[in-house]
C-alpha cells in the first residue's frame, strides 16, 4: 500500500508540475496548449516512475531522509531530466520542442518531489506506533527481526521487544502487556506453539483482535527473505507447490529464449571487440566453460568470457591449489576483466545457456559442485535451491552483496527460498530492471 501510495503521489505531482508550467507560460489560453503537451509529457512520466523504481525509490526500506536517500534521489532526478530532454530533442515524433516548458516542468516537478518524498519519508519513520509489535519466544531470528524493525521504523512497526518464554516471570506478564502497550502485533516464534501454557494465554486474546503471525511469515514480508532457523519440512511441503507455477513456467520459458535472441543477436557484433580485449590483457582462451549445478542438481557447463589470469582457479584452468571462493577485489581478476565483471559484459555468452534451457534470465545463480558439497553440508536447505532453473541475475544477487563464504551463502540461499516461493513474472521484470542499476552503478566505478 505504501509503494502504490508512493507511485500515485509521484504521477500526481508530475501531471501538476505540466500542468503549473503550462498555466505560467499560457495562462488563460492553457486549453489551446494541454493536447499537444499531453501524450509525449504521459510517455515522460511512464519513464520517470519506471526509473524511480529501477533506483529503489519504491523500497520502503530506503524511505529515509538521509544522505544516502537524497543522493540517490538527485541522481534519479538527474536520469530523469536527461532522459526527457534527449526524448524531446532526438526522437522528432512529436510537433513541440518544449524548451523553455520542459526546464519550467523539471523545476516545478524537482521541487514538488523533494518535498513530497522528504513528506512521506518523515510521516511513515513516525507511524510504528499505530503498529506496536510484540515478538514472543527468543530466538537468532527473532533478534534480527527486532533489530531489522528497529532499525526500519519507516516500515510502519513500532517493536516493543522480544519475551523470553522461557522465562516464567516475563510470561506471566504477556496478557496486561498487550493491553496496556495496545499491542497490534504479535509475532510468535516456532518454540510457542510447543508449550501449551503460552497457547492458552494467547487464545484469550482473540477477543481483542490482534493479529497474530509465525516468525518466518512475518520475517519473510518485512525483509524479503526466509530465516532458515524457523522453517522445516513441511514449510516446503506448503509453500512449493509447484504444480500451480505451470503456466508461470511456460510463459517464462518464451520469455527467456525470445530475450536471448533479442540480446543475443545483437550483442554479436560486440564479440571480436570484447575477444581482443581479453586476449591482449593476458594470455590464454578467450572463452571459459565451467561445471555448474542446475535444476534437480544436473551438471552443465556455463560459458563466459575470461576475466581472470589463464592459470587461476576460476574455472578455465584449475591452479594447484584448487577452486577458490571469488571475491569482490580479487587479484586474479585481470583489468580487462574487471570491467567485464563490472558492466557483467563477461556473461553475455550465458546466452547461450539459457537459450540451451541450462538456466533461465531470473532464478539463483548456479554454484560450482565442489562448493556445492560443502555447503549443502553446512546449510540446512541448501539443495532446495535447485528446485528451479539457475539465473543470470536473481533476487539473491540484486539484495545481497557479493558471496564469498559459507555465512554469504547462508544469507543468499534465504533470499533465494524467497524468490521460489513468490517467483512470478512481475517480481522477475523488477529483478531485471533492479539490476540495471547495480550494472550501471559498478560500471560508473
Not at 541522481?75 to 520542459?102: G, R
Not at 506506533?129 to 510502519?156: F, K, M, T
Not at 540451451?356 to 535451491?385: A, C, N, Q, W
Not at 557479493?402 to 517467483?423: F, M, P, T, V, W
Request: no cysteine; glycine share 8%.
Amino acid at each position: 500500500m505504501r509503494k502504490f501510495i508512493l507511485a500515485i503521489g509521484d504521477i500526481a505531482i508530475l501531471y501538476g508540475a505540466l500542468f503549473l508550467a503550462l498555466f505560467l507560460r499560457y495562462g488563460s489560453k492553457i486549453s489551446e496548449n494541454i493536447g499537444v503537451h499531453i501524450v509525449p509529457f504521459s510517455i515522460i512520466f511512464g519513464i520517470w516512475v519506471i526509473v524511480f523504481y529501477i533506483t529503489n525509490l519504491y523500497e520502503i526500506t530506503t524511505a529515509k531522509n538521509n544522505l544516502g536517500f537524497y543522493v540517490t534521489f538527485a541522481y534519479s532526478i538527474l536520469a530523469n531530466a536527461v532522459i526527457s530532454i534527449s526524448f524531446f530533442y532526438l526522437i522528432p515524433f512529436f510537433d513541440i520542442a518544449p524548451k523553455t516548458n520542459l526546464f519550467i516542468f523539471l523545476a516545478f516537478a524537482s521541487a514538488a518531489e523533494i518535498g513530497w518524498r522528504s513528506g512521506f519519508n518523515y510521516t511513515t519513520s513516525r507511524s510504528g506506533y499505530r503498529n506496536n509489535v510484540l515478538i514472543i519466544g527468543l530466538s537468532q531470528q527473532a533478534q534480527e527481526l527486532y533489530d531489522h524493525l528497529l532499525g526500519n521504523p519507516q516500515l510502519g512497526y513500532g517493536p516493543l521487544g522480544i519475551l523470553d518464554v522461557q522465562d516464567i516471570s516475563a510470561t506471566q506478564i504477556i496478557e496486561p502487556l498487550i493491553r496496556q502497550k495496545d499491542v497490534k502485533i504479535l509475532v510468535l516464534d516456532p518454540e510457542v506453539y510447543r508449550i501449551p501454557r503460552i497457547v492458552n494465554i494467547l487464545y484469550t486474546l482473540l477477543e481483542i483482535k490482534i493479529n497474530f503471525y509465525s516468525l518466518s511469515e512475518f520475517y519473510e514480508a518485512v525483509t524479503g527473505k526466509v530465516p532458515l532457523g524457523t522453517i522445516d519440512q513441511t514449510w516446503f511441503l506448503n509453500n512449493l507447490t509447484e504444480g500451480r507455477k505451470r503456466l508461470y513456467e511456460i510463459s517464462k520459458r518464451v520469455y527467456d529464449i525470445a530475450g536471448a535472441l533479442a540480446i543475443g543477436i545483437p550483442s554479436l557484433l560486440a564479440y571480436p571487440f570484447i575477444a581482443l580485449a581479453v586476449r591482449s590483457s593476458s594470455h590464454g582462451p578467450i572463452f571459459f566453460k565451467q561445471k555448474r549445478k542446475g535444476r534437480a542438481g544436473k551438471i552443465f557447463y556455463l560459458y563466459k568470457f575470461r576475466s581472470m589470469i589463464a592459470d587461476s582457479p576460476d574455472g578455465s584452468a584449475e591452479g594447484q591449489t584448487g577452486p577458490k571462493w571469488t571475491t569482490a577485489d580479487d587479484t586474479r581478476v585481470t583489468k580487462v576483466g574487471g570491467f567485464l565483471r563490472r558492466t557483467r559484459l563477461d556473461e553475455l555468452p550465458q546466452l547461450w545457456n539459457i537459450l540451451r534451457g541450462d538456466m533461465s534470465f531470473v532464478g539463483p545463480r548456479p554454484e560450482r559442485p565442489e562448493f556445492h558439497d560443502t555447503l549443502k553440508t553446512e546449510i540446512p536447505f541448501y539443495d532446495e535451491r535447485y528446485l528451479i532453473k539457475p539465473g543470470l541475475t536473481g533476487w539473491a544477487q540484486i539484495k545481497y552483496k557479493y558471496g564469498s563464504s559459507i555465512h554469504d551463502a547462508a544469507e543468499k540461499l534465504q533470499y533465494d527460498l524467497y524468490y521460489i516461493k513468490n517467483r512470478s513474472l512481475i517480481l522477475d521484470l523488477g529483478i531485471i530492471l533492479k539490476t540495471i542499476n547495480i550494472v550501471a552503478n559498478k560500471a560508473g566505478q
